[in-house]
């Protein structure tokens, strides 16, 4: 899963994923706009079968690789 | 950080020297529609906001009120004070002025039919004959360290609203169609301006500039900008200094681009503009959080994360400030066989 959302976001953001480690805040460093969230709540909601709520978007559940893995798996557990 | 510079204070925007920036951007016009694009004067797209009034103010001081042309360009969803507040900003400074209506050139884009049914596969009981709607950022986005998600915000006949979240076809749709109204302006103010060997002045104020708060070839085309490098506060200074009519200096600025009414603050800014002015000034000359916390009146937390929105915000819209590239070739060179 980790990869899956490494390589959706480098794809997204024209980038390479090396550069992009689990902890790399994607917002702080301007990775993402608007557009590449929006892109990523679509991914995970198809690759995945979860639904994002208002209330998730929260830099918590989408700042970074591994926290969006976490978020993804409390979802899939609930 | 920039050295020598004032201690960060709330006042620290005011224009001291208003006649000499004024004079300043006078001669500037002169010196570029005039000598350097050869051109007799300029056309303007008047909307009844402070922008446009400014900027045909100061193009008045600059080339004179008989070189200049006040188009209003209303649309269906446009609202009705604007070409009235307009009108009374022409006349108030003697410059012709005159209506396009460019409701069927948006019709044949298919402008409205593209926009509304985006928004009808996202809020399938929204009826554009007798429901309004907007597009919005809600506010807690702005407190957030992330890019806003944007809210398409339907007013029913009966007074009720629903906002539902976009997803992304939807939303780029609706931006995308909703650009048209800009771009339909465009070209009707380039068909003026040729028509006459005018320029097309321009009406961005630099916070729209800066965090690209225009549409690429539509509010975005232009020969110059007059007020593109003013804060909002200062082109409010600037108005009430020229004597743009009050009606027009005490109304909320709106984006006049959707049918529900929609203030600019609440699509796009998500701050009172004096704030953002002051807060955007501080982040452009490296003031520390720190200086600029206890002025502002807000934790230290608070104004990073407006630093990092504005940061992002400057970077995420290169695209719409950069010229068509053309710098392909070898060396710059288009090497013939």
Known sequence: MKEEIRNFIAETAFSDPSVIKDDTLIFDEGIFDSMGLLGLINFIESEYNIVTEDNDLQEENFGSVERIVCFIQKKLAA | ???????????????????????????????????????????????????????????????????????????????????????????????????ENISAALDGFGCYRRRDEAVKRVIPEYDPKVDKMKVVIPKEFVKKNMPPVHFVSVTFKDGTEKQIRLPMEEYL??????????????NMLYYHAEALNYSVLGTPNKHEVQQGFFVKYGDGAADVMPIGNLYKTQVYQIARYLGVPKSIIDRTPTTDTYSAEQTQEEFFYQMPFAKMDLLWYAWENEYLPDEVAPVMDMTMDEVSNIYKNFARKQKTTEYLRTAPLHHYGVDGIIRIS
């Open chain 2, 173 to 186: 749709q609706i931006v995308a169609a909703s650009n048209f109204k800009q771009r339909s302006r465009a």
């Open chain 2, 1 to 99: 950080m920039i050295k020598n510079r004032k201690p960060f204070t709330k006042n620290i925007l005011h224009l001291e020297n208003i006649d000499e920036v004024i004079e300043n951007i006078c001669v500037q016009l002169q010196e570029d529609v005039y000598k350097r694009f050869r051109r007799y004067g300029g056309v303007i797209g008047i909307s009844g906001g402070i922008d446009s009034s400014v900027t045909l103010a100061l193009a008045v001081k600059a080339f004179g009120s008989d070189k200049l042309l006040g188009i209003m360009l209303p649309e269906t969803d446009s609202s009705p004070d604007s070409e009235q507040l307009a009108r009374e900003l022409a006349d108030k400074f003697g410059v012709k002025s005159i209506v």
